[in-house]
């Protein structure tokens, strides 16, 4: 196994230098000298590769730019040169790089964290045949951020011992004799020291809830925590919305807007009656306004699934569809930003942040405000968690896709709740609930689905031949297309009975009934 290289953390330049020069005079042959690196550091919006202990930098070496992926423990995982400013997965040159990122990243585009400068003065260790056999490297580092002012931010002085690969002892002596001099051991990598120096916090974005509620807390106050959070997470999408970064800033957004009507929806009596019918009127608007947005997006995305589920000469068939989603996509987008720019949009965020921030009156007069948390959301869980049972049940093989879509509504508002109270309720007995209505959500969501893009394809052939831009092989193609789809709808369908017996099995029904049915007294 290779050796690693050594780190040191100094006090200064000057410090490094002398060291340099004390562990120089050890070595008959060395030489000195200096250099310049810059460094940048990616990830996405969501922080996909530092959740899994990783992280991307670009850097040149020679005349080429790197894009490396590492570990945080130092180890490379993949490189690949590259030509451009790294964007989505699907930019980066064929080959191992690009295969072990795509599953990570996804459709979500690398944004740039920050960027390093290092000046470095490099002492090399030289045999008697005059080639360098070990390397200490003296590093002056500042880090700037990739969204600011100018600003920049020193990191520690670092030095450096390198090995070189066939001579250990060599490199075992350089590291002898730093030793000798008291230096302190760098236990942080680049990644951790420019992150703590520029103020930024790793992994400080996510869709998630992550609440922490207080089982005997009053529901208003409850509420307005869930809330708060949503907010949060729309205001923190908004410029990825706006800036048409990737897909799912729109997606997020979206899910945050949903999840806020859910809340007002189904938690009734717990906040003012006239609030929650004017804010929900506005959300509702603030869902529609961003749909076709979302909807192309979504096309968009699945055009290598449409690609790929057609005999491989059709292919290039669907690129006048691709060439009718991205324009259409891209005026949608001017639409929708134009709209958050309106003073109702303003206003909506401006009011709601507003509401959420006055005080509740202590004595309210509202049924539910007052109740203990738990005791609501287990009583509203259990409700929902019945109407999902009963609908499904009554779901056979000649029921009209209504009843799905139906269900599919209803499992949604279940989800939500079981999102929204999670941490309410111990999670060895949660998490088997969410994975197994997740399985039934991503088969009725598939369905559904399904449903909607054969009728949505066919009318965007119909679009397509007014705009002159559909060829009789790509209406062909989209019309083969469509064919695909029902087949996979009725697959779905077929699968639905064995999704949804998962989910009604009698354990589940058994931890709905322990952890959320209300006792004869709650009830009554």
Not at 20 to 45: K, P, S, V
Not at 104 to 109: N, P, S
Not at 222 to 237: D, E, G
Not at 280 to 287: H, I, N, Q, R
């Amino acid at each position: 196994m290779p050796l690693a290289p050594v780190s040191y953390r100094l006090d200064d330049a000057p410090a490094g230098r002398q060291v340099l020069e004390n562990a120089a005079q050890q070595f008959a042959h060395h030489r000195l000298t200096g250099g310049a690196r810059t460094t940048l550091y990616y990830d996405t919006f969501d922080w996909r590769a530092f959740r899994l202990d990783t992280f991307l930098r670009a850097h040149f070496e020679g005349q080429s730019k790197v894009l490396t992926w590492v570990r945080t423990n130092g180890e490379e995982i993949q490189r690949a040169p590259i030509t451009e400013r790294p964007g989505f997965v699907w930019d980066l040159p064929d080959g191992a790089l690009r295969e072990g990122l795509e599953p990570v990243l996804e459709m979500r585009r690398l944004l740039p964290l920050f960027s390093v400068e290092a000046q470095t003065e490099t002492l090399h260790v030289l045999d008697n045949r005059r080639k360098t056999v070990a390397r200490a490297r003296l590093e002056i580092i500042t880090a700037h951020p990739a969204q600011g002012d100018g600003s920049t931010a020193n990191l520690p002085v670092i030095l450096r011992a390198i090995p070189i690969r066939g001579y250990d002892k060599d490199f075992a002596i350089l590291c002898r004799l730093l030793d000798e001099q008291g230096l302190e051991p760098l236990v942080e990598d680049e990644f951790t020291l420019a992150t703590t120096a520029i103020g930024l916090q790793p992994a400080g974005y996510t869709r998630k809830l992550h609440l922490r509620l207080d089982p005997a807390e009053r529901s208003d106050e409850a509420l307005r925590t869930i809330l708060k959070r949503l907010l949060q997470v729309i205001q923190q999408n908004e410029p990825g919305v706006r800036s048409n970064l990737d897909s799912e800033f729109v997606h997020d957004f979206r899910v945050a807007v949903r999840r806020t009507r859910s809340a007002l929806s189904q938690l009734k009596g717990v906040l003012p009656p006239e609030a929650v019918a004017h804010f929900k009127t506005e959300f509702s608007w603030l869902g529609k306004i961003t749909g076709p947005t979302r909807d192309l997006d979504v096309y968009l995305l699945k055009m290598p699934l449409y690609r790929a589920s057609l005999p491989a000469h059709l292919g290039a068939d669907l690129d006048p569809l691709n060439e009718f989603l991205l324009r259409h996509q891209q005026i949608e987008h001017r639409d929708l930003v134009e709209l958050l720019n309106t003073q109702r949009y303003q206003s909506l965020l401006a009011n709601w942040r507003s509401f959420l921030e006055q005080p509740f009156s202590e004595d309210s007069e509202r049924p539910e405000a007052t109740t203990p948390i738990l005791a609501l959301a287990s009583r509203r869980i259990w409700h929902s968690s019945r109407r999902v049972l009963k609908k499904g049940t009554a779901i056979h093989s000649d029921s009209p896709a209504a009843a799905l879509h139906r269900l599919r509504i209803e499992c949604k508002k279940l989800r939500y709740l079981l999102e929204f109270f999670r941490s309410l309720y111990p999670d060895k007995q949660m998490q088997p609930l969410i994975d197994a209505l997740k399985r039934l959500q991503d088969n009725l969501g598939d369905f559904n689905d399904l449903e909607i893009q054969q009728e949505t394809l066919k009318q965007f052939a119909q679009t397509m031949l007014a705009e002159k831009i559909g060829t009789g092989s790509s209406l062909m193609a989209m019309g083969r297309l469509v064919e695909r789809l029902e087949h996979r709808q009725t697959e779905e369908r077929q699968i639905f009975h064995k999704r949804f017996a998962r989910f009604a099995n009698r354990q589940n029904r058994q931890r709905f009934k322990t952890l959320f049915k209300p006792s004869e007294t709650q009830q009554a």
